[in-house]
């Protein structure tokens, strides 16, 4: 079990160093951002000298090292548009995000589980069908065009909810179903499957045959076991709490990473896009980390893999 | 009903059809207090189907009809709390592969208890020695420690037996074994059966024994029913049907059993494939591969003819055939 973790814990570490690496090396591949900062008239010396501060001077290699041992010690590097450290510039939009994500995450988890286990309880009845067809609606319809309906309709039609902003918990409204809509009509399809397959296993009848009521079968056999692939992408969700909202945010102008990201790509502001994959990254294969072992509480027959 | 019914469970005219497409074609069949019946034939002739359907465990796209009754009491269309009673307490089934039957994420104590406490209402320290007992009752050695075992942990014997536990924690009449030993290595069938054989002789339970293979239900049973594409096609007191089988089909099978020495196999021997349910010959469904066959077998389906177990037929009587060249 140790060496099963230490194993998955190595691995982890690998992902966000390799992630970190591609990531610098494309950012300093795919432009200048000296020239995009400074304005392009710049006197060709304060050009250079802006270079030199941020050590874009230094070849890569030696720029990548010293970008390293910086992280190493817990630094991040600064904004090339203010100055000031990026991971507290990062830092200071995490809760903005979290407030849509984590609120769109319980919408995905309480409305796509259920409505999945229910349909697949009641396949090709007429529930089955409607959640469904809204599910496949859901997850076609894409999170920009979505937001935009729910803009023209709640905002400015009916003039119900803000269009944007972060004024009040009814800002939170239009942002938060956008996130969550796509995500809850793919938790409600998977889980369906999940609990047809699981139903048709002989165990689910032999559960029947000693007698047990169909709702302890399903509470008792069926849902323990369905949990266990819906768990894989429960966990995914959880690892896009951070980086999953840079549409929305963009169409409601949430003041949240998302949109930190879109500004500092767009600016070539490296520190922060880096600082932001770092972040990305580290949550994403956490979560992974997570869901790994999760499978081994839900799965003893993974757990005696792992021994 | 209301006269003296030596049956235990009567099935008649039991037919099922899924989607349109049958699978059962009228079943006719009993079983006595403390019977053995042997149930055979080839793979899809509808043997699981008719108990699954006697259960009332079809999935919900099975169009069952015709009429089950146990002690008297009708089992079709009857609400789910009488069905749910009866299952696991009057009438246990256990399954061909028993790694597959055993819920893989619930430790195996979990789930006999689970049984124990359905039909006998114990809990806790109580439930627990109850279910200790039986899986001790049914051979696993040490039983108390197995019971932290999860059914991946275990052999395939083994969760048959565990199976065999859970079906008895209700103490069951009836119990259905729908090919318990085909997933098992063959000293392990043997092993098996000697333990059904144990177990029906010490609790007095019927049993009916599911099988492919007429030598398993030669040894095992006083009466076998042999199935042919969704029929009963003969039925006979076990020696009647070794020393004369009256259907070429019987035959067929009797004629595909290895000498009692050599190994056992799967009945293979008969040429030719049982037709689909929707291509179904007009006259008998054996007809198409029959060494034996007349015009006349197309015409017509042949009924099962002869004295049926009834209270007014000795049981040495019980003889039933559907085949016009043979008189029953
Ligand atoms: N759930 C189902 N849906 C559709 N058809 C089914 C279903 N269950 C059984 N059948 C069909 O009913 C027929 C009888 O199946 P059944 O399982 O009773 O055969 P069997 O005699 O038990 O065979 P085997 O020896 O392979 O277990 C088969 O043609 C099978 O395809
Ligand atoms: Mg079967």
């Not at chain 2, 389906?301 to 559907?322: E, S, T, Y």
Request: glycine share 10%.
């Amino acid at each position: 079990m140790i060496r099963f973790v230490a194993i998955r814990v190595a691995r982890a570490c690998l992902t966000i160093l390799l992630v970190v690496t591609f990531a610098f090396v494309v950012l300093r591949l795919s432009g200048d951002p000296a020239l995009l900062i400074m304005s392009p008239d710049a006197p060709a010396e304060a050009i250079a000298a802006f270079r030199h501060a941020y050590g874009l001077d230094r070849p890569i290699w030696q720029q990548y090292l010293h970008y390293f041992g910086a992280i190493m010690h817990g630094d991040l590097g600064q904004s090339m548009r203010d100055g000031r450290p990026a991971l507290s510039l990062v830092a200071e939009r995490i809760p903005a995000t979290l407030v849509l994500t984590v609120t769109a995450l319980v919408l995905k988890v309480g409305i796509g589980i259920p409505a999945g286990i229910f349909a697949a309880l009641h396949r090709r009845g007429w529930i089955d069908r409607a959640v469904m067809a809204l599910a496949t609606a859901g997850f076609t319809v894409p999170s920009f065009v979505l937001g935009l309906v729910l803009v023209l309709v709640f905002s400015v039609q009916l003039r119900w909810l803000p269009s944007g902003g972060q004024e009040s918990w009814r800002s939170v409204i239009l942002p938060v179903i956008t996130l969550g809509a796509g995500g809850a009509a793919i938790l409600a399809r998977f889980t369906r499957s999940a609990m047809l397959e699981v139903l048709g296993q002989p165990y689910i009848r032999a559960a029947s045959a000693k007698g047990l009521p169909w709702g302890a079968v399903v509470r008792r056999h069926a849902l323990p076991n369905a949990a266990i692939p819906t768990v894989t992408i429960v966990g995914f969700m959880v690892g896009s709490l951070i980086a999953g909202a840079v549409v929305v945010e963009s169409v409601f102008s949430w003041p949240g990473v998302g949109r930190l990201l879109v500004i500092a790509v767009s600016n070539r502001d490296l520190a922060v896009v880096q600082t932001i994959l770092l972040l990305v990254a580290s949550t994403m294969v956490m979560s992974n980390l997570v869901v790994d072992l999760l499978y081994g509480v839900l799965d003893p027959r993974l757990r005696a893999v792992h021994k | 009903m209301g006269l003296i019914d030596p049956d235990l469970i009567r099935i008649e005219g039991l037919s099922v059809a899924f989607g349109g497409v049958p699978a059962l074609l009228g079943i006719d069949l009993s079983v006595a207090t403390g019977e053995t019946l042997g149930l055979v034939g080839e793979s899809g002739c509808g043997k699981s189907v008719t108990w699954l359907a006697a259960l009332g465990l079809l999935p919900g796209s099975a169009a069952v009809s015709g009429s089950v009754r146990l002690d008297g009491q009708e089992l079709v269309g009857a609400p789910v709390s009488v069905l749910e009673r009866m299952r696991g307490g009057r009438v246990a089934m256990i399954f061909q592969d028993p790694a597959s039957a055993l819920n893989p994420v619930h430790r195996i104590g979990r789930q006999v208890g689970e049984a124990v406490s359905l039909h006998r209402g114990l809990s806790g320290a109580a439930a627990r020695a109850e279910t200790r007992r039986l899986l001790d009752e049914v051979g696993i050695p040490d039983a108390g420690g197995r019971m932290a075992a999860y059914p991946h942990e275990m052999s395939g014997g083994q969760n048959q037996r565990v199976m065999i536990a859970m079906a008895l924690a209700g103490r069951p009449e009836l119990l259905v074994a729908d090919e318990p030993t085909t997933a098992l290595d063959v000293t392990i069938q043997a092993q098996i059966l000697d333990l059904l054989r144990r177990l029906r002789r010490e609790h007095g339970m019927a049993l009916v024994l599911i099988s492919h293979d007429l030598g398993v239900v030669g040894e095992m049973c006083e009466r076998v029913c042999v199935m042919y594409a969704g029929r009963i096609v003969e039925e006979a007191r076990t020696e009647a049907l070794f020393e004369a089988p009256l259907h070429p089909y019987t035959r067929g099978l009797a004629g595909a059993l290895p000498p009692i020495s050599g190994p056992r196999r799967r009945l293979t021997a008969i040429p030719g494939r049982v037709p689909e349910p929707w291509a179904m010959p007009p006259g008998c469904a054996f007809a198409p591969r029959c060494p034996e066959r007349i015009e006349a077998c197309d015409a017509a389906v042949p009924a099962l003819r002869g004295n049926a177990l009834r209270g007014d037929a000795p049981q040495g009587d019980a003889r039933r055939v559907a085949c016009i060249r043979a008189a029953a």
